[in-house]
């Protein structure tokens, strides 16, 4: 009788502890990943990434043989 009294609870003993502070911390980095990955999701969901590309792309225009035109043809150089 006198040794059943003397044992802590498992529940008290530092391993236990030890385990279940791991575990709630795993469990809330979980959580704030898969917040973090609807969140991204919900925010592109209305970009559409590739018409707004080909836009841009589209919307260059290429003067002087296929190249850019960088306002230097516009500009008279005083020598």
């Not at 008290?12 to 030890?18: A, G, R, T, Y």
């Not at 999701?41 to 225009?61: D, H, L, P």
């Amino acid at each position: 009788p006198l040794a059943a009294q003397t044992e802590a609870p498992f529940y008290e003993e530092w391993w236990f502890l030890l385990v279940m502070a791991l575990s709630s911390l795993i469990l809330i980095l979980l959580v704030v990943f898969a917040l973090v990955l609807h969140g991204q999701s919900k925010k592109y969901k209305n970009c559409s990434t590739g018409k707004t590309i080909s836009n841009v792309e589209e919307s260059v225009t290429l003067d002087n043989g296929g190249f850019t035109a960088l306002e230097l043809n516009s500009r008279h150089l005083n020598i």
